[in-house]
Structures are given as structure tokens and as C-alpha cells.
């Protein structure tokens, strides 16, 4: 909170002197009493986006995974510290089971909320075990007949909920001796969206502890996908197929829709034109825009319009640190659906 003050303060010392004491001013005391009363947000990350011009005012609890607290006064709302956050992270279901209990959750941004659950008593067992333990027999095989027709009832329901679209990966968490069981029942759609499972005690265990298990797990199959891709997409450059690398040319397959997957150097900054009547991104600084004829205005940083575009597009978006050869291809990089440039035939010709 002291610090995103200081940087309120900063902020505002900076509008005075540029003659920016209206709007601008307007939303930074907002956003200053909102820093005070932050001591009470430790566990979450807290973005705001204002412009009292348009009357819009927005503010969003996250997950505390932003590399820092920052503070930007422009003419547009600054994306990318959220790109890892709203570019990567899938639907995602947490299903919670046992052999009579279902429990189904949705996570987003760190936010856990359930929604529904399945309960399947199981058959008693009597007094007695009767002749020579025959009654005892009869009943073990009764539960387990009816714990497999509850686990098959569970594994209906994910595979129903992943047709309508309702998540796009899965983490189940389940007592380690249902395990393999319960996972034999998955349809082979289900288990491929599966990221992992995680053991627990469906009746006892709390909210909190399985937002850990389940980011934990996340993380983890984020990072693995990550390091794959990166060096997939480096390949497929290499090799002039769906893979490439500079700012020019994402920028290109941006634009006509080619792109898949998005990977920016942590540190990635590049000067770009904008053409202010058609939003054509160019990284040759020309005053005037290519496609339309139209003036251009200069981006400092090209993620300014790079990262909001790819999340309106639905792009996965990565970023990337210490990695040597990603760095010496300038530290973007795109994996493509399609080429635009393939001819019938499947030849592929070099990007422009």
C-alpha cells in the first residue's frame, strides 16, 4: 500500500506539470484512497482501470502473481502485466470425489466457486455376516458395484460439462487409493484435458486448500506447455513452417488472424506506428499507413497494442525469461494456426 502510494503521488506530481489536472487527476486521488485501505488485500493482487472522461471505472481482484505494483497514466489501458494472467490460463474444473460424494468447481484468476455436487449413498452392511460370512461378501460386492456406478455417473457428468463447453481442463482430487479406479471411468476427450490429480479427503477438506493443490497443479502444467511450445515454435521457424520469430512478422500474422500462440520476452519493448483510423500496427516508423493512407501515431512499446489485440483474439499468450535462443531470434515469437502464404500444393513461402 506505501508503495502504490508513493507511486500515486508520483503520478500525480508528474500530471501537474504536464497540465493534466482534470480527468487525470480525478482518477489518481481515487485510486490513492483506494491504496489505503489495501492492508486488507495481502492475499490478492489488486488492477484498476479508470478514465473519468468516459465515466468508466473498473477494479479487479488477482491472483498475487504480478511481477510488482505499477502504476501507468496514458491513453490507453496497459495489458501486459496481465498477459500471463488473461492470455494463458484455461477454463478450468476442479471436480473433488469419492466413492459416494462429487464435488464440481470452477477456477478463475484464483477465484474458486462451486457449483453442484453428486451424493450416492451406499448400502449398509446388516448385524451380521451370516453363514460362514456369505451376507458380508454379498454386501462388499453390493458397495463396490454401487461406488463404480457412482464413479461412472461422475465421469458422465465431466464428459456432458466439457461437450457444452462449460471448462477446457481438468484437475481431479480424490483419495489415492479411488484413483486409478475413478480414472478408468474418464472418456478418453475428458482425460486428455486432464492436467493432474492431487489426493484429499472430499468431506474434510476446505476452500483454501484446494485452491493450493489445484494452482499448484496448474502452474506447474503452465510452465511444462510453456517450455514445450517455446521450443516448438522455435523449430517450426527454423524450419519456415508454423513458427516465426520478429516483430514484422508477428505483427503480420497477427493482424490476418494466423496466430495460435504468442510468446513475448519478459522484457520485450519495441517502438511501433499505429494507424490512428484503421489500427494498422507497423514496425517501421512511417508517418503514414500503408493500408490506408491515413497518419500514424508512434507506440513506445508495441505490447501496448500487441497484448490487447491477442486477448480479444483469444491467443494464448506466454512470456518468456532466460532462454539464450529465444533471445537471439529478439524475443517474440508466434505459433501459428495457419499460413496465410501456403499454396495448395502445402509449399510455404518465405514470410515477407
Not at 468508466?56 to 502504476?71: A, K, M, V
Not at 486428455?192 to 472430499?202: A, N
Not at 496466430?259 to 511501433?272: D, I, K, M, Y
Amino acid at each position: 500500500a506505501i508503495l502504490a502510494k508513493d507511486l500515486v503521488r508520483n503520478a500525480l506530481r508528474e500530471a501537474e506539470k504536464g497540465g493534466k489536472n482534470g480527468c487525470a487527476r480525478a482518477d489518481l486521488n481515487r485510486i490513492l484512497d483506494l491504496a489505503g485501505n489495501l492492508h486488507g488485500n495481502q492475499a490478492r493482487a489488486k488492477a484498476v482501470f479508470a478514465c473519468s472522461a468516459e465515466n468508466f471505472w473498473r477494479e479487479f481482484d488477482l491472483p498475487p502473481q504480478l511481477p510488482g505494483t505499477q502504476l501507468f497514466v496514458n491513453r490507453r489501458f496497459n495489458l501486459k502485466p496481465l498477459g500471463p494472467l488473461l492470455g494463458a490460463q484455461p477454463r478450468l474444473s476442479v471436480t473433488l470425489v469419492d466413492r459416494q460424494r462429487a464435488r464440481f468447481f470452477d477456477l478463475r484468476l484464483d477465484e474458486l466457486k462451486e457449483r453442484g455436487g453428486l451424493f450416492h449413498t451406499l448400502p449398509r452392511r446388516g448385524r451380521s455376516d451370516g453363514f460362514r460370512g456369505y451376507d458380508g461378501g454379498h454386501a462388499e460386492r453390493r458397495t463396490a458395484d454401487e461406488a463404480m456406478h457412482h464413479f461412472k455417473a461422475v465421469a458422465e457428468r465431466l464428459k456432458e460439462e466439457l461437450e457444452k463447453g462449460l471448462w477446457e481442463k481438468l484437475i481431479v482430487g480424490c483419495h489415492d487409493s479411488n484413483w486409478s479406479e475413478f480414472e478408468s471411468h474418464l472418456h478418453p476427450y475428458v482425460r486428455q484435458r486432464l492436467l493432474g490429480h492431487f489426493s484429499t479427503d472430499v468431506a474434510n477438506v476446505s476452500t483454501e486448500q484446494i485452491r493450493e493443490q489445484a494452482s499448484r497443479i496448474l502452474r506447474e502444467a503452465l510452465d511444462e506447455r510453456r517450455q514445450t511450445l517455446v521450443k516448438e515454435v522455435l523449430d517450426q521457424a527454423k524450419s519456415n513452417n508454423r513458427g516465426i520469430t520478429g516483430v514484422r512478422r508477428v505483427l503480420r500474422s497477427l493482424e490476418l488472424g494466423e496466430v495460435q500462440t504468442l510468446f513475448l520476452g519478459e522484457n520485450f519493448s519495441a517502438r511501433a506506428v499505429e494507424c490512428t483510423n484503421c489500427g494498422h500496427l507497423d514496425s517501421h516508423m512511417v508517418p503514414y499507413c500503408v493500408v490506408c493512407g491515413r497518419a500514424t501515431r508512434e507506440l513506445e512499446d508495441v505490447c501496448d497494442a500487441i497484448v490487447p489485440a491477442a486477448i480479444r483474439r483469444d491467443v494464448e499468450l506466454f512470456y518468456v525469461k532466460n532462454d539464450p535462443e529465444f533471445d537471439r531470434v529478439g524475443n517474440i515469437a508466434a505459433l501459428l494456426r495457419f499460413r496465410a502464404d501456403q499454396n495448395r500444393s502445402g509449399e510455404i513461402s518465405a514470410a515477407s
